[in-house]
């Protein structure tokens, strides 16, 4: 969910979002949309402000029905305020703690769920109540850029490892879901939709961007704050890391990340 993420921060990922995402995940998506009946009614988890609607709206062809979800009505409104919608699409948003709330009713009526940067924040027993209603209704399942425990800074490999993981380490803390699945979650979610009886496509969605590009400081900042969390007698020497990363802006930082699109198979 997008529940503590500021809108700023959400746009600057949104650039590396973009470039990141895969071409063989995005490919079976199209061609699967492409022979689905119109509209092809779309629910978008954890919506934020609405960067997954905007990058996916112009790759569908057919008409859609979007209706966008978060716990955050400010960035619903930024959501719909921006959004990428062609001449018979629609768009709606509910306010809604995903955390809280029973999924399967937001399922009703949905071909196509989407969730960008959602599960590895979730729980593991919350995944499979999310994956048993979504098997249930027999929707498809878009679930991109769901990070998957890589963390590497070019010429600094051996502090990227330890820095790698105690985020790791960090990720599996309890983020309004329960225990998060944080690098956990790809695989959790592969697993949970072949047993259901799911085709899954997959492929990689890595980050790759400088530290001197807007968000990187945010980013790194963030990294060292976890870090230090779990790590507290190494707080110094983790903060004077994070600083002389940022000093040097034309370095090149990557963070691994998995998409993947299902569809089931009868």
Not at 8 to 33: I, K, N
């Amino acid at each position: 969910m997008s529940g503590g993420f500021s809108a700023d921060w959400l746009t600057a990922r949104a650039v590396w979002d973009r470039a990141a995402r895969s071409p063989e995940v995005e490919g079976a998506l199209v061609q699967w949309a492409g022979r689905r009946p119109a509209p092809l009614r779309i629910l978008d988890l954890g919506a934020g402000t609405g960067n997954n609607q905007r990058h996916l709206a112009p790759l569908l062809k057919t008409p859609c029905d979007w209706r966008l979800v978060d716990s955050d009505a400010a960035l619903l409104d930024r959501a719909v305020g921006h959004a990428s919608l062609k001449t018979d699409d629609r768009i709606a948003v509910e306010s809604l703690d995903l955390a809280t709330s029973d999924i399967a009713p937001l399922l009703e009526d949905v071909d196509l769920v989407t969730a960008s940067a959602l599960f590895d924040l979730v729980s593991a027993e919350w995944l499979d109540r999310f994956l048993d209603a979504v098997a249930s209704r027999g929707c498809a399942l878009l679930a991109v850029l769901t990070y998957d425990g890589r963390i590497d800074v070019e010429g600094d490999h051996e502090e990227a490892e330890n820095l790698e993981a105690l985020m790791n380490d960090h990720q599996h803390g309890d983020k309004g879901f329960g225990p998060a699945l944080g690098p956990d979650a790809h695989p959790a979610l592969v697993e949970g939709l072949t047993r259901r009886g799911y085709r899954v496509d997959e492929g990689a969605s890595d980050w790759s961007l400088t530290a001197g590009d807007p968000g990187a400081r945010d980013l790194v900042e963030g990294w060292v704050s976890a870090a230090g969390e779990i790590a507290p007698l190494d707080r110094e020497e983790i903060a004077t890391w994070g600083a002389a990363l940022l000093a040097r802006p034309e370095t090149r930082i990557y963070v691994g990340h998995r998409d993947l699109f299902a569809v089931p198979l009868s």
